[in-house]
Structures are given as C-alpha cells and as structure tokens.
C-alpha cells in the first residue's frame, strides 16, 4: 500500500487510550485519534523520530479487547504520531473493521431525512429516547441527550409501523456535532439488514 493509499483509507475518529513501546522498552502512554485499517494517529507526549518501529496496544472499545500490532512513525507533530501499520494480520484487521466501516458504500446509501421517535441505549449510561435526523441502512445521524463519545458502542431501536418486534441496531458512535451524533451500524443480521433497508426506502417514498 503506498502512502497516498494510506492516507485516503477510510478512517475513524476515535478516543482510545493507546500504550507506544519503543524498541528500547519505553512505553509512551497516548490516546487515539483516527484509526484505519492502515494506521492510526495518536496524540501523545514523546521523542520518537519518524522512520521508528514501535508497536502499538489499544484498548478497543466497550469491551472489544485490545489490538496489538508493530507500526512505524510515518509523520509527526508537536503533539500527535501518523503511524502506518506494517503487515497487520488478516485476524487484526478484522477486528478493526467494524470500527471503519466502508465509507464510500455509506455515503452513497440511499438516505432518509426524516425525525423518527427513537430509543439509544448504552451499556454504562442507560437508555434514552430522541430522534433520527436522518437514516441509511448503513448509519445514522440522532438527536438525543444521551452523552456519547466516538467509539462508544450502543443499540438503537426503530418501530416500523409494519408489525414485528422493534428494530434493535447495534451501532458504533463514529462522530458528532452540533447536527446530531453519527452512529454507525455494525454486525446486522441480514433479517435486519434488509428488514432496515425497506423501512429507509419507506421513509424516502413519503419524502418524494
């Protein structure tokens, strides 16, 4: 992968605590503030000349376990690292994955601008309720009081007017603003997959 494929890897923001150890045994503590399935980078205090191997564990989120993998400083500022993975096994780059999802296939979802009654649950703050800003069958923006951070795993429930149980859409938090928080869905069945894809498309045809 050339640097140019590096830098345009789809990547998520995130806030994990990550420890750098260089080959002289020291150990940098840092945090994580994007990560793809190519590299990271990591605001953290710390001598570290570009071209340096140093390998990496992140603390995964809500429960994920930890990911550790060699890297080398590609590029770095006063106070963040651009580090590229080098060789990250297939069974560690799945393990990623979900937290960088296919960013080209999600922008071109069709999409659903509609304020849909909704209610978030997170596993250390409980649940509250809220609404879509909008909706995919890949993600979603919301708007609810429920405190989130980038990384935090959550389930989102819809009610489809069509009968059946609610949709329950476990979900990464990816990003958000002052337009609403960003989630996006991960390891849906393809029951709700496709149960989810025919209610956005719903929602669309009212819109039209």
Same mark, same amino acid.
């Given at each position: 992968?050339?640097?140019?494929?590096?830098?345009?890897?789809?990547?998520?923001?995130?806030?994990?605590?990550?420890?750098?150890?260089?080959?002289?045994?020291?150990?940098?503590?840092?945090?994580?503030?994007?990560?793809?399935?190519?590299?990271?980078?990591?605001?953290?205090?710390?001598?570290? %000349? !570009?071209? %340096?191997?140093?390998?990496?564990?992140?603390?995964?989120?809500?429960?994920?376990?930890?990911?550790?993998?060699?890297?080398?400083?590609?590029?770095?500022? %006063?106070?963040?690292?651009?580090?590229?993975?080098?060789?990250? #096994?297939?069974?560690?780059?799945?393990?990623?994955?979900?937290?960088?999802?296919?960013?080209?296939?999600?922008?071109?979802?069709?999409?659903?601008?509609?304020?849909? #009654?909704?209610?978030?649950?997170?596993?250390?703050?409980?649940?509250?309720?809220?609404?879509?800003?909008?909706?995919?069958?890949?993600?979603?923006?919301?708007?609810?009081?429920? #405190?989130?951070?980038?990384?935090?795993?959550?389930?989102?429930?819809?009610?489809?007017?069509?009968?059946?149980?609610?949709?329950?859409? #476990?979900?990464? !938090?990816?990003?958000?603003?002052?337009?609403?928080?960003?989630?996006?869905?991960?390891?849906?069945?393809?029951?709700?997959?496709?149960?989810?894809?025919?209610?956005?498309?719903?929602?669309?045809?009212?819109?039209?």
């Amino acid at each position: 992968m050339t640097g140019r494929d590096r830098r345009r890897a789809e990547r998520a923001r995130a806030e994990w605590p990550v420890a750098i150890e260089t080959f002289d045994r020291r150990v940098i503590p840092g945090e994580v503030v994007d990560v793809s399935t190519s590299g990271m980078r990591v605001r953290a205090q710390g001598e570290l %000349a !570009v071209g %340096a191997a140093v390998t990496l564990r992140v603390a995964l989120p809500q429960g994920a376990d930890r990911l550790e993998v060699v890297a080398r400083v590609a590029r770095r500022s %006063a106070e963040e690292l651009a580090l590229d993975f080098i060789g990250l #096994p297939e069974t560690e780059a799945r393990r990623v994955k979900p937290f960088v999802p296919a960013w080209e296939v999600r922008r071109r979802a069709p999409r659903a601008h509609a304020r849909v #009654p909704m209610t978030i649950e997170k596993r250390t703050d409980g649940s509250a309720t809220g609404e879509t800003v909008d909706l995919s069958a890949f993600s979603a923006r919301v708007a609810t009081e429920l #405190p989130l951070r980038p990384g935090d795993r959550v389930n989102l429930y819809l009610s489809p007017p069509a009968p059946g149980a609610p949709l329950k859409l #476990p979900a990464v !938090v990816w990003d958000g603003d002052r337009t609403g928080t960003v989630l996006v869905f991960v390891n849906l069945s393809a029951a709700e997959f496709a149960r989810l894809g025919a209610y956005v498309s719903s929602l669309i045809e009212r819109e039209g």
